[in-house]
């Protein structure tokens, strides 16, 4: 298995990245910031407007080096991509798979059945661990439904059926999200997903943490020789990575949703780090963004055990495992893809 | 694993300043400085085999000289740091 490398965050406004040899050098007013290694590097996330050198750019693009761009609110930007090496056949077959819609809903099935058995343990964690600090009954009625829903999923052919079922696990799941939120509760709540922009701090948070996701899942599908751009259930529509947000779709809950509950209940956040707009929307700061990529990275390199592969694996390794097994069913080598299922 | 490197390179020459700063660079490109004519860089083992090899092609055996340590993989307990020029932890988050 492929071994984490870390990844390096820049939150500097006003920075410039270049290439000093094998080495990243950040500028700040023409003084240097940072200088790192690139070996030691898998990836460099850079939030709000640095500049970064042609030469750093076509170093990362050869080296497999993600280099993304985000604005300061995380929100994607754009990436850089190199020559494209990967394998010809496994993409086009993965093109006629997602243009057969009775196939794309069979690859795409798996993924959401992954989604819902997720939430299903996320509300199942708390149900075990914070059983007198939550509504139970409403807790196991959710949980009996989405176990309900997965039955239903496990038939489906036709993508409208299943983007429906998935909708409706997905508001049976949100249903309870706001009492997992065990802390401040006054200050962090959820009433339902809003983005685009966030319009309270735990939206913000989501958004965030969906944003950090999407960029290890492209960035994952892609050192494997898949299109992250063209998905299965999600259609194609230029400009958005489908097939990243179709395989993030397993993840979020438990690696993006956890993270957030995470970060409020053991106070790693609080309120005045967030700032709400004239707009309405709302916006962390720059400390808060930073606790929430340092959690972030953090969490990836803890060590589970990944339940298919039976090898223990970093959390940061799992949306590259799970891109890998993906190309191996297109492949042909294995009958079914197996979703992450999370216990 | 981290690797400890040390050099000693005769500058007595303008050859060996070119060394010198030849075998500094080379350094650079694979670690850390964390002193003068020391660095200490996070390397598997191929890479490291790179690296030792790049520096004995640049040193002169007869009148430099150039020192590794391996400290392995679990190096967190065996290097203290007092003083200025905090070095940076390359396998801890890296947010500026």
Redesign the interface.
Known sequence: MKKLLNTLFVTMPDTYLSLDGENIVIKRDDEIAGRYPLHNLEGVCTFGYAGVSPALMGKCAENNIGLTFMTRNGRFLARVVGEDKGNVVLRKEQYRISDDERRSAIFARNMILGKVYNSKWVVERALRDHALRIDTERMKQVSASLSETMKLIRGVEQLDILRGLEGSAAVQYNSVFDQLILQQKEQFFFHGRNKRPPLDNVNALLSFTYSLLAKDVTAALESVGLDAYVGFLHRDRPGRASLALDMMEELRSVYADRMVLYLINKKVVNDSGFVKKENGSVIMDDDTRKAVLKAWHERKQEKIMHPYLNEKIAWGLVPYAQALLLARHIRGDLDEYPPFFWK | MLVLITYDVSTSSKEGRRRLSRVA?TC?????RVQNSVFE????AT?FRQLKYELEELIDKQTDSLRFYNLGDNHKSKVEHIGAKEA?D??A????
């Open positions: 660079k650079l490109n694979y670690g850390q860089c996070i390397v598997d890479k940076y390359m396998e988050p890296l947010i500026l």
